[in-house]
């Protein structure tokens, strides 16, 4: 046995429940008389739906369809080897779930070694390979393709990359040495670190033409034939493969430091993946790559044994899983169907939302309001929406008349909203005019009309308390900018029923939006969260703390935004109503800022000025502060803000808010876009002690988010 298949042999072992792929070979003569080829298909022997991994079985399975085709190679009996997938995907990396099992070292080092040693295999044949990405190739997948001779893409690959930065790993198995040594390193930082810390922002098959990782590209429909006919040219030697000089001076240097700043303006140092795949990519400018794959090796040792690749796969199986099957959700065969919408308002956020379900449910949407100038506004909003998706080619003129003719507005609600299934308000957060309009809502609509309200702090039971049918309300919170964030946070007041529900998950669905049921608690989970950390921060500066130093307190987390300038974003005027609204529920743990009241009595929006091009606090907004004369530092300002937020989600989940402490880390995530690499918050809770710290236990149970004890 080899050594390789002796490290597989060890790594199944600690991973019995595989999902196996096998590789199987077949012959083939090919065409024009250029010989006899061998073409091994990766398959797992379920539909596209479950798509093709690599687990320690699966390479195994690999190596020994190499042990056949490497012996054909030495007699002379085949004059190349292929690598496809099954229909629609052709692999998509290392099986995560053999990942998260793992406890010692040396046994995620074998992971790497093991990948290294089967994938290196395909350049070392004694005949030239050929990888045919016929369908999604991600990760390890794009990597085993890497170590081909030369490489074909179909136009129809939907999605292509390399996502390990994104969950906290590196790409391991090749990726970071390999795709600088073909495409340059500027084009492999963009795929390996910036596209990765985009939210995982995938390509598809023309631009992976484009970039020079493909040498060919072909039509979907016979993409296979197209890719045997090509190898044979190539084999013959009509086809010469020229591939362009990469620049290993000043530029590939260059391109390592524009990937720091990326990294750095994303994850801000927190989350350790990003730089050790950029010290891999800046070793390779030597173009050694047996040094390369070491160094692979050892960077995705360390990293699968830290917390946060655990907290990144956590996070993922999250949005993937968790997010499919909604906790605590009403069977989905109550629900009703929705075949006009109305909307009460036409504001910013009101034309948002009416452009989403104009745009996802294709069903008419009408928009109210109280006068005609509003109501053209938010119609004229819409509509400017869809030109731009038509401008950039989202969709056709045809699909953009269609749009355009769904979405309508109306003085009248009584005519406008007569036969509307599902009427959602977004007006002013005001308990008094959202029952007043409830009200007028109420009279107009079917019996079966779903009232939906997009409040992010008012109580929704008060709210439905004088209708005949309180029944009928829900909670439809969603959050800003609407078409980026996913997060619709749908809440249950006392008296909604299964059936009003039920129909807001699935509308939700329809949405694309993930949907988390919430109790009807104050602000719900983000906005009560962000409030009470807000809170802290600016209870610091109240104190005395200079602003700047408050604000980079949080920096090491790795936070979308800095405390003030999420502040600016959610506009000081809705930040002190929400800290009102908490302060009145739960006086003692939320406090209302005499500054930012200030702040927003003067009218200012921001608090920060970019005159230097770095934000300077705005001499106007500085000279209406009233502070005292205690100076914490960045230290014990995150000190209190963590501790803050431990004690607020451990009450949450003591009220049952929601259903569990994964539901508070899914809505963090996928509503306030908090990084992958703190699983939300729980796990990063977990792991810096905090939550014993400030509550006396974990939120999770080790191993969970951890690596096993």
Known sequence: MSNTAELLKGAAELFPDEVVTQAHVRHLDLPGGAGRFALITLDNGFDHTKPTTFGPASLANLDAALDQVEKEAAEGEIVGVGLTGKPFIFAVGADLKGVELLKERDDALAIGQGGHAVFRRLSDLGVPTFAYYNGAAMGGGVEVGLHCTYRTVSQAVPAFGLPEV???????????????????????VSIII???????????????????IADALFEGADFLEQSLRWTASVLKGEIEVVRPEIDRGEAWD??????????????????????????????????????????????????????????????????QKRAKRPAGAPDKSLA??????????????????????????????????????RVDKGVGYVHEEIDKLLLKGRINQDKANRLKALVTGSLDKATAFADADFVIEAVFEEMGLKQRIFAEVEAVVPEHAILATNTSSLSITEMASQLNHPERVVGFHFFNPVAVLPLLEIVRAERTDDASLATAFAVAKSLKKTAVLVKDAPAFVVNRVLTRFLGEVLRSIDEGTPVEVADRALAPLGLPMSPIVLLELVGPAVAHHVSETLHAAFPDRFGVSENLGRIVEAGKRNLYVYDSGKPELDPE???????????????????????AIAQEVRLMLDEGVVAEAQDVDLCLITGAGWPFHLGGITPYLDREG???????????EPGVASVPA
């Open 166 to 188: 994104f969950l906290g790993l590196v790409p391991g198995w090749g990726g970071c040495a390999l795709l600088p040594n073909l495409i340059g390193a500027d084009k492999a």
């Open 194 to 212: 910036e596209n990765s810390l985009n939210q995982n922002r995938q390509i598809k098959g023309p631009q992976v033409y484009e970039l020079g």
């Open 254 to 319: 260059q391109a390592v430091d524009r990937g720091r700043q990326v990294a750095d303006g994303k994850v801000h140092g927190a989350a350790p993946a990003a730089y050790r795949a950029l010290d891999i990519v800046a070793a390779a400018k030597s173009g050694d790559l047996g040094a390369g794959f070491d160094a692979e090796d050892e960077a995705l040792a360390d990293l699968i044994m830290g917390g946060e690749l655990r907290s990144g796969i956590y996070s993922f199986n999250l949005v």
């Open 336 to 373: 009703r169907p929705v075949t006009k919408v109305g909307v009460v308002g036409a504001g910013l956020m009101a034309s948002q939302l009416a452009m989403l379900f104009a745009r996802r449910l294709e069903v008419p949407v009408v928009l109210t309001d109280i006068d005609q100038e």
């Open 621 to 643: 907004v500085e000279a209406l502060f009233q502070t005292g004369d205690t100076v914490l530092t960045e230290e014990q300002v995150r000190e209190r803000a963590l501790d």
């Open 690 to 700: 905090v939550s014993e710290r400030a509550t006396g236990r974990r939120f999770l």
